[in-house]
């Protein structure tokens, strides 16, 4: 981060960073949360002292189309996507009782495209879809097995965004909703698998 903030001042090149709404849970409630919070620290520094133009973004659980369903970045969905498509029972960490704002990814690319439209730089955004649901209800959306193992130390209990900036500078809310989406993609592989 601290390269391309200095590359992209020099250059005069703007800049938006992907941030993450684990920010309001504190920047040392894991390491992920740490490194994108001293990377927003170091974009704010740029603008101050370098003239960069800049904005941040902080996503809220994106999903959608080729989102990674493997891997230590997998998000939950992708996760759950992998083991429905495996006919595995999906895993809550905990009691399910977290709650998560999900934002598809469709959304999330429009606020940024309207960031640069609008050259709306020197802006914190927060990029969610102002609802969030419990993992349970999340998971039970399948219509699957879901079995519960021993939950994850350092994650947040609750994300939701309620910040009004990207509505009020961009004219931007996201509009696609989860529980369609995830009916959407069991009708996909109902079809495939009965094709």
Known sequence: TLLIAKYCAEKNIPLVFAG????WSGKFKNPYTFSKDISEEIIQLFQQHYGLKASIARFYNVYGPNHLKEGAYCTVIGKWETAYENKRPLIIYGDGTKRRDFTH???IINALVLINEKQAWGHIFELGRGKNYSIKEIADLYN???IFEENK???AQITLCT???AKELLDWEAKIDIEEYIKEYL?????????
Do not use: C, K, M, Y
Not at 20 to 23: C, D, E, L, R, V
Not at 187 to 195: C, E, I, K, P, T
């Open 20 to 23: 993450s709404s684990s920010h």
């Open 105 to 107: 990814v469709n959304d």
């Open 144 to 146: 699957t097995e879901i």
């Open 153 to 155: 130390p350092g994650e």
């Open 163 to 165: 910040d009004t900036l």
């Open 187 to 195: 009708n996909g592989q109902d079809n495939l698998r009965f094709a």
